[in-house]
């Protein structure tokens, strides 16, 4: 039986005597924005799930999307919220959300919730300011009402309406006015109510570990303390696009239960890489800077260089364009030395992995935390050197396009460089180091072994069977680069004394690439136009929408498919494609870097699904070959040759795939 949820209720259920964390200090973690803007492809949650090997690794939290269903829009990314307890969205169902958050749950990494708050959209029903869905869970119904917005939201415009069809808003706003949802008044018992609720649920029934609070400055942040000491989240931070002081008495307000985005780190970052003058990284106060009130604030910093909202995204409507326009890798090199905890941007993840994942390597292998002191150490235009305190040892990053010619006293030891930036551990940490991270490489990988050490006798002794090192190991001089031919664990420590420590490993997998055609084959649809959309990281591959009209088509085991091929030129290259009639369309699909199958499914809002039916089609496929004649040669696709293949290429024959030279 349903029941109304009730404030007394609520209090009887609310735990007592606790308080939220907000963000804990000397946390050495590194998180990740899982999404940029339109990420559809990117931020799917079996496509985050698929990557939880790899991503756990080197993130302790992952920042998702907006999880809930916005009325069936399926190109929505999350901020004009509709429903609080139905979780499908443009990012997959719930099912899949829930597989995803315990995959990296179960790997130690958790899974920071989008909530949106602020504000929230209604159905639309016949152009209804206020029909805001009614939800049931745990047999309890929650529906927020018309007393619910506040009574300035959109400018008056909301009251305007109201006053013409016989609705009652609610008080003021207590932050600023955002137009495009309904502005929600936090001083409302049932709105208190309804998010704690909500908060609950993603905490303890979805599984998240804390929460990213979205438009912070439209309510005032004793909402936030209320909130947070109920649900207890273990991670909590707001986004108040904001000065410093603004950040911090935000923070004060909430009574230190929640962290906040460093945005002055942010605009220091972009000024220094856009103005080409690095020293201003000493000049500029940031929340995670010890010179900014005597770094009293480092603990609540969650520093980024990038996000959706500053991202180049071209032309897009409404948008000013604020990208950090060049040496985004140096950028992401300095975030990952200094205090405060670093967010990197699911797009420069994507674009300089094996260097962030170098980077935040040395980060752990130093200790820096939160809180660990940070001083300038050189400053000049065309560079800019911070030392850095850890726990095990001291760092000492430099930045900027100088970084590579810069050299420090011999206290330091070079452990990493790169396109304009560059890593040195003090000699005292007494550790073995191996610049590459592990990951896949393509032909080979070479990796450069340092001793760092006070020790100028000591070596690097390694192995790349996955055995320990001894002092009988190979040795390799200090700075000497290694060439790996093929996929091995390297373990490495250091030989000093005639004791080896300090062991560390990489696992390496090297792959052989090969330039290829990737064909996409879509099922007839029945459509009497098929569309191809197809783009990369670069841009639109073939016109612009809806795509390139196609009338290549190939029968396989009996079905009509449409076809079309792309050019695979360099590894890891991977495109993206919707099948479309010039009305509907489908999802956007991918990432793709094979031949691949595809099947129109079912129509999901206001887009179509699709099944990768790729494995069913080349088992059919080898099937039929199975009962031709011995001798007879095939394509990959299935197409019967008269016989044998001169031409260069994988064929089938006599059931078997066979390489023509």
Same mark, same amino acid.
């Given at each position: 039986?349903?029941?109304?949820?009730?404030?007394?209720?609520?209090?009887?259920?609310?735990?007592?005597?606790?308080?939220?964390?907000?963000?804990?200090?000397?946390?050495?973690?590194?998180?990740?924005?899982?999404?940029?803007?339109?990420?559809?492809?990117?931020?799917?949650?079996?496509?985050?799930?698929?990557?939880?090997?790899?991503?756990?690794?080197?993130?302790?939290?992952?920042?998702?999307?907006?999880?809930?269903?916005?009325?069936?829009?399926?190109?929505?990314?999350?901020?004009?919220?509709?429903?609080?307890?139905?979780?499908?969205?443009?990012?997959?169902?719930?099912?899949?959300?829930?597989?995803?958050?315990?995959?990296?749950?179960?790997?130690?990494?958790? &899974? #920071?919730?989008?909530?949106?708050?602020?504000?929230? !959209?209604? $159905? *639309?029903?016949? %152009?209804?300011?206020? @029909?805001?869905?009614?939800?049931?869970?745990?047999?309890?119904?929650?529906?927020?009402?018309?007393?619910?917005?506040?009574?300035?939201?959109?400018?008056?415009?909301?009251?305007?309406?109201?006053?013409?069809?016989?609705?009652?808003?609610?008080?003021?706003?207590?932050?600023?006015?955002?137009?495009?949802?309904?502005?929600?008044?936090?001083?409302?018992?049932?709105?208190?109510? &309804? #998010?704690?609720?909500?908060?609950?649920?993603?905490? !303890?029934? $979805? *599984?998240?570990? %804390?929460?990213?609070? @979205?438009?912070?400055?439209?309510?005032?942040?004793?909402?936030?303390?209320?909130?947070?000491?109920?649900?207890?989240?273990?991670?909590?931070?707001?986004?108040?696009?904001?000065?410093?002081?603004?950040?911090?008495?935000?923070?004060?307000?909430?009574?230190?239960?929640?962290?906040?985005?460093?945005?002055?780190?942010?605009?220091?970052?972009?000024?220094?890489?856009?103005?080409?003058?690095?020293?201003?990284?000493?000049?500029?106060?940031?929340?995670?800077?010890?010179?900014?009130?005597?770094?009293?604030?480092?603990?609540?910093?969650?520093?980024?260089?990038?996000?959706?909202?500053?991202?180049?995204?071209?032309?897009?409507?409404?948008?000013?364009?604020?990208?950090?326009?060049?040496?985004?890798?140096?950028?992401?090199?300095?975030?990952?030395?200094?205090?405060?905890?670093?967010?990197?941007?699911?797009?420069?993840?994507?674009?300089?992995?094996?260097?962030?994942?170098?980077?935040?390597?040395?980060?752990?292998?130093?200790?820096?935390?939160?809180?660990?002191?940070?001083?300038?150490?050189?400053?000049?235009?065309?560079?800019?050197?911070?030392?850095?305190?850890?726990?095990?040892?001291?760092?000492?990053?430099?930045?900027?396009?100088?970084?590579?010619?810069?050299?420090?006293?011999?206290?330091?030891?070079?452990?990493?460089?790169?396109?304009?930036?560059?890593?040195?551990?003090?000699?005292?940490?007494?550790?073995?180091?191996?610049?590459?991270?592990?990951?896949?490489?393509?032909?080979?990988?070479?990796?450069?072994?340092?001793?760092?050490?006070?020790?100028?006798?000591?070596?690097?002794?390694?192995?790349?069977?996955?055995?320990?090192?001894?002092?009988?190991?190979?040795?390799?001089?200090?700075?000497?680069?290694?060439?790996?031919?093929?996929?091995?664990?390297?373990?490495?420590?250091?030989?000093?004394?005639?004791?080896?420590?300090?062991?560390?490993?990489?696992?390496?997998?090297?792959?052989?690439?090969?330039?290829?055609?990737?064909?996409?084959?879509?099922?007839?649809?029945?459509?009497?136009?098929?569309?191809?959309?197809?783009?990369?990281?670069?841009?639109?591959?073939?016109?612009?929408?809806?795509?390139?009209?196609?009338?290549?088509?190939?029968?396989?085991?009996?079905?009509?498919?449409?076809?079309?091929?792309?050019?695979?030129?360099?590894?890891?290259?991977?495109?993206?494609?919707?099948?479309?009639?010039?009305?509907?369309?489908?999802?956007?699909?991918?990432?793709?870097?094979?031949?691949?199958?595809?099947?129109?499914?079912?129509?999901?809002?206001?887009?179509?699904?699709?099944?990768?039916?790729?494995?069913?089609?080349?088992?059919?496929?080898?099937?039929?070959?199975?009962?031709?004649?011995?001798?007879?040669?095939?394509?990959?696709?299935?197409?019967?040759?008269?016989?044998?293949?001169?031409?260069?290429?994988?064929?089938?024959?006599?059931?078997?795939?066979?390489?023509?030279?």
């Amino acid at each position: 039986m349903n029941k109304i949820f009730t404030s007394m209720l609520l209090a009887a259920l609310c735990p007592l005597g606790l308080h939220a964390q907000g963000w804990p200090a000397d946390y050495q973690g590194v998180m990740l924005q899982g999404f940029s803007w339109d990420s559809y492809v990117d931020t799917q949650w079996q496509n985050l799930e698929s990557q939880a090997p790899e991503l756990s690794q080197y993130f302790n939290l992952i920042w998702v999307p907006n999880s809930g269903d916005c009325n069936n829009s399926y190109n929505n990314m999350g901020y004009m919220p509709v429903y609080y307890f139905k979780q499908n969205s443009s990012f997959g169902t719930e099912a899949q959300l829930r597989s995803m958050i315990q995959t990296y749950k179960k790997l130690g990494t958790g &899974i #920071i919730a989008d909530v949106v708050v602020n504000h929230r !959209n209604v $159905l *639309g029903v016949n %152009g209804s300011y206020v @029909d805001f869905p009614a939800e049931t869970y745990n047999d309890v119904t929650y529906q927020m009402q018309s007393t619910d917005i506040t009574s300035n939201d959109d400018g008056g415009a909301t009251k305007t309406w109201a006053d013409k069809n016989g609705y009652s808003l609610g008080n003021t706003d207590t932050g600023e006015d955002w137009s495009g949802c309904r502005d929600l008044d936090h001083t409302s018992p049932n709105v208190q109510n &309804i #998010i704690k609720a909500y908060e609950n649920y993603l905490l !303890n029934d $979805l *599984g998240y570990t %804390g929460f990213r609070y @979205d438009m912070v400055k439209g309510f005032a942040g004793r909402f936030i303390k209320e909130y947070n000491n109920y649900s207890k989240p273990k991670f909590s931070v707001g986004e108040h696009w904001s000065s410093n002081s603004a950040i911090t008495n935000w923070i004060n307000s909430t009574d230190k239960t929640s962290a906040a985005f460093d945005f002055q780190f942010r605009y220091a970052v972009r000024d220094a890489a856009n103005n080409s003058d690095w020293s201003l990284l000493g000049t500029k106060e940031y929340l995670a800077n010890d010179a900014y009130s005597n770094g009293t604030w480092k603990q609540w910093a969650v520093t980024f260089v990038e996000n959706h909202d500053m991202q180049d995204r071209g032309s897009a409507s409404g948008y000013t364009p604020d990208p950090i326009l060049k040496d985004t890798l140096a950028a992401n090199a300095f975030l990952l030395a200094m205090p405060g905890t670093p967010c990197v941007f699911l797009p420069h993840w994507k674009a300089y992995k094996q260097d962030i994942k170098a980077m935040i390597d040395v980060r752990k292998a130093v200790g820096v935390s939160n809180t660990s002191n940070a001083t300038a150490y050189n400053a000049q235009k065309s560079y800019y050197a911070a030392k850095v305190q850890g726990d095990k040892a001291q760092l000492l990053a430099v930045v900027g396009p100088g970084a590579n010619s810069y050299t420090p006293t011999v206290r330091w030891k070079q452990v990493l460089k790169g396109y304009h930036y560059a890593y040195y551990i003090d000699r005292k940490a007494e550790m073995a180091w191996a610049d590459k991270a592990s990951g896949t490489y393509y032909d080979h990988v070479d990796v450069t072994l340092a001793a760092v050490s006070s020790d100028g006798n000591a070596q690097v002794v390694y192995t790349t069977d996955g055995s320990t090192p001894t002092a009988q190991s190979a040795k390799a001089s200090n700075g000497q680069t290694i060439t790996l031919n093929n996929s091995c664990t390297l373990k490495l420590g250091l030989l000093s004394g005639g004791t080896v420590t300090g062991i560390i490993s990489r696992n390496y997998t090297i792959k052989q690439f090969t330039a290829h055609k990737a064909t996409v084959y879509f099922k007839d649809p029945g459509w009497s136009t098929v569309y191809f959309y197809a783009w990369d990281a670069s841009g639109e591959l073939n016109a612009k929408w809806p795509g390139t009209a196609i009338t290549a088509t190939k029968t396989i085991n009996g079905s009509k498919y449409y076809y079309e091929s792309f050019d695979v030129n360099k590894a890891d290259y991977t495109f993206n494609i919707i099948f479309n009639n010039g009305e509907v369309q489908t999802v956007d699909i991918g990432p793709v870097s094979a031949d691949t199958y595809y099947e129109l499914s079912t129509l999901n809002g206001a887009k179509y699904t699709v099944t990768d039916i790729t494995s069913s089609v080349t088992a059919g496929i080898n099937g039929i070959k199975a009962r031709k004649a011995s001798n007879s040669w095939y394509t990959l696709s299935g197409v019967r040759l008269n016989s044998r293949p001169t031409a260069k290429g994988i064929y089938i024959h006599q059931g078997k795939k066979m390489v023509v030279e």
